[in-house]
T-cell receptor, first 114, second 111 residues
């Protein structure tokens, strides 16, 4: 089974801090994704990556950046955390052409910015 | 928008009954996927159906796709309390290369 592991289930940070969310997958998938999930808004794509060092903006990239130095690891960075970034963050991975294959999700990181 | 929209937004049934959830979308698609999310967890992929397919089965799950009506349905037969979760449809295609998720619908199966 594919395993996608997010480094923290719960995280509390302060406004203005630089925050790192880490995600690791163990299936050699080419594609990795970061979403945020908010009540009433569903899942919204922040960034995705289809190869090492490659990244593409999703629908809501503002205030975020990403890093993919190794194939198995995809990091989401909140450059200067703000309260409106309090949310559930979900990482996912898939192989092949990224819209034609199932995505495998981690259990999420519930991030609170105080 | 390509985003799928699930209907109903919430459904409550008794164990053993069938549950039907619908998804409508607005543009052409390459495929449509259904996911389940248990409370506080990540999404789990259930079924992917391609635009040239009309029906797929997986265990107690049956998915249909009607591209002329731009709609899909997910049927869970003989529901169990463990089926209690949120269900999402996601669409791919229509000029966008990204998978776009609907807002989800909540299924409660009462024991």
């Amino acid at each position: 089974d594919v395993k996608v592991t997010q480094s923290s289930r719960y995280l509390v940070k302060r406004t203005g801090e630089k925050v790192f969310l880490e995600c690791v997958q163990d299936m050699d998938h080419e594609n990795m994704f970061w979403y945020r999930q908010d009540p009433g808004l569903g899942l919204r794509l922040i960034y995705f990556s289809y190869d090492v060092k490659m990244k593409e903006k999703g629908d809501i990239p503002e205030g975020y950046s990403v890093s993919r130095e190794k194939k198995e690891r995809f990091s989401l960075i909140l450059e200067s955390a703000s309260t409106n970034q309090t949310s559930m963050y979900l990482c996912a991975s898939s192989f092949g052409y990224y819209s034609n294959q199932p995505q495998h999700f981690g259990d999420g990181t519930r991030l609170s910015i105080l | 928008s390509q985003q799928g929209e699930e209907d109903p937004q919430a459904l409550s049934i008794q164990e053993g009954e069938n549950a039907t959830m619908n998804c409508s979308y607005k543009t052409s698609i390459n495929n449509l996927q259904w996911y389940r999310q248990n409370s506080g967890r990540g999404l789990v992929h259930l079924i992917l159906i391609r635009s040239n397919e009309r029906e797929k089965h997986s265990g107690r799950l049956r998915v249909t796709l009607d591209t002329s009506k731009k709609s899909s349905s997910l049927l869970i037969t003989a529901s169990r309390a463990a089926d209690t979760a949120s269900y999402f449809c996601a669409t791919a295609g229509g000029g966008s290369e990204k998978l776009v998720f609907g807002k989800g619908m909540k299924l409660t199966v009462n024991p």
